[in-house]
């Protein structure tokens, strides 16, 4: 392999050129429009611009990405994760044209794309599932009784669905109706496939996911957990590896029941099967990622390995050389994502322009970043501006690394999930590792951040008043 495309944007296309240039392979970067001077484009040694910022023109625009690839000779193409990822139509074209995806095979992605095409390839291999219909459901009628079988609360779920959209809480029979035929026709909007299935809904669950690998040989191995469930809208922000509360066994069991999921599939490359715990140690089987995650630096923190360069040599057909008792957990790691939200108001999106922009640096820290001081944060793309990731020998050396990693990180212009990060970190039942998937519901306030902004923002004024007496006094001096 000489030479690879990446056809993404931001900061996961320069983390993945990272390595790529590491193995002494050429990199071809694409850009829309809006992105001709973002950090991914100059750090290629090529680029080409591939049309407008709306992503149907550009990132998603598989035809226009092979041709270019053809043209400048690239031997693979590594997606990153979301635009083409996950869609299979491309890969196989990308294969048609004897070019190397960097992923699994198309057969995979289209199982473990859709929710229930998932859930029916692992039920031979006794992975436990939420309790819930296996098959897409229709008639109103059937999924009541179905709903109320499994007993209220229940989620209605899209079976294309992802990024935590298409999904329903329904509290009792008396919504079922109308919210099944909302989230029908969501889930057409949305996905172009309005097939819906039901399951329990989970009252008090942890979201751990096994970050699995597998070579072209039929070797798979699974390099641990790592723990999400610090989430807004059903989306992650934070995550961790390992989990406060996986014991050793629990872990091997988790571990196994992955790379069974697997299997199923006849996975190759790197994937994550999400598992959601409950609050009695029972973990179920959500839905498997057939992609790089955007949290797979914690879990290269932890192992020392570097999961690009693996799925680089599994691409080039190459054995993992790893057998599972070789690899180790060693520490503890976060990671923020550092979104361009505004946690004071819901997380909304937060556009314009990065006034100021200054990344932390030292020892166990690391920023996978993608934008640059004065770069114009837009509405077309995912608002994720970098991640910064903090490493420790503990996970209270870990909390305090990342601590000081974000009051050193400097973003203005626009609001972030930096002030969200730092309230989390200093949560005590964050702290004690004592928290599920309803931590943002339960604890955060956005009143509390509030306050704690305007109060800085008045001692820092008042530093400055003291600064600027202290000059007088100094100026005047001489006279005196
Ligand atoms: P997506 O593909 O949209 O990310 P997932 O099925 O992976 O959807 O679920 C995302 C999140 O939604 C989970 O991490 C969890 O917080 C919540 N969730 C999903 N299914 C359930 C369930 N059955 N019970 C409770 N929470 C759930």
Not at 147 to 174: D, Q, T, W, Y
Request: glycine fraction near 6%; hydrophobic fraction near 40%.
């Amino acid at each position: 392999m000489k030479k690879i495309l990446v056809a993404n944007r931001g900061e996961i296309a320069l983390r993945i050129m990272k390595t790529v240039k590491k193995m002494g392979i050429k990199t071809v970067a694409i850009y829309s429009t809006a992105d001709r001077e973002a950090p991914h484009v100059t750090y290629a040694d090529e680029a080409v611009c591939i049309g407008e910022p709306i992503a149907s023109a550009s990132y998603l625009n598989g035809d226009k990405i092979i041709k270019i690839a053809k043209k400048l000779q690239v031997d693979a193409i590594h997606p990153g994760y979301g635009f083409l990822s996950e869609n299979a139509e491309f890969v196989k074209q990308v294969e048609a044209n004897n070019i190397i995806f960097i992923g699994p095979k198309s057969e995979s992605i289209l199982i473990m794309g859709s929710k229930i095409a998932a859930k029916e390839a692992v039920k031979h291999y006794n992975i436990p599932m939420v309790p819930g219909t296996k098959e897409a459901i229709t008639d109103v009628k059937e999924a009541t009784a179905i709903a109320n079988k499994i007993g209220f609360p229940v989620l209605i779920k899209a079976s294309a669905g992802g990024g935590g959209k298409g999904m329903r809480i329904v509290e009792n029979e008396h919504e079922f109706e109308a919210q099944m035929s909302r989230a029908i026709s969501e889930a057409t909007h949305a996905f172009g496939d309005g097939s819906v299935f039901i399951e329990k809904y989970i009252a008090s669950p942890r979201h751990i996911e096994i970050q699995i690998m597998a070579d072209s040989l039929g070797h798979t191995v699974h390099l641990f957990e790592r723990e999400c469930s610090i989430q807004r809208r059903h989306q992650k922000v934070i995550e961790e590896a390992p989990s406060a509360v996986l014991s050793p066994a629990l872990r091997d069991k988790m571990g196994e029941a992955a790379i069974k999921v697997a299997k199923a599939c006849k996975y190759i490359g790197a994937g994550t099967v999400e598992f959601l715990l409950d609050d009695t140690n029972n973990f179920y089987f959500l839905e498997m990622n057939t992609r790089l995650q955007v949290e797979h630096p914690v879990t290269e923190y932890i192992t020392g390995l570097d999961l690009v360069e693996l799925q680089i040599k599994i691409a080039r057909g190459e054995s993992l050389n790893l057998i599972q008792a070789d690899i180790e957990i060693k520490g503890h790691a976060f990671e923020l994502r550092v979104y361009a939200e505004d946690p004071l108001n819901d997380f909304l999106p937060s556009i314009g322009t990065l006034k100021v922009y200054k990344m932390p640096e030292g020892n166990n820290i690391r920023v996978d970043n993608g934008v640059n001081e004065g770069a114009e944060v837009s509405i077309y793309y995912d608002p994720l501006l970098s991640k910064l990731i903090a490493y420790g020998d503990t996970r209270e050396d870990a909390i305090l690394n990342m601590q000081n990693a974000i009051n050193a990180y400097k973003i203005e212009g626009i609001c972030t999930t930096l002030g969200f990060g730092k309230f989390v970190f200093q949560n005590a039942a964050f702290r004690e590792g004592n928290f599920d998937t309803n931590f943002v519901n339960i604890y955060y306030e956005p009143k509390i951040l509030q306050e704690k902004a305007e109060r800085e923002a008045k001692l820092a004024a008042l530093i400055a008043l003291k600064q600027y007496q202290k000059d007088l006094k100094q100026v005047r001096l001489p006279n005196s």
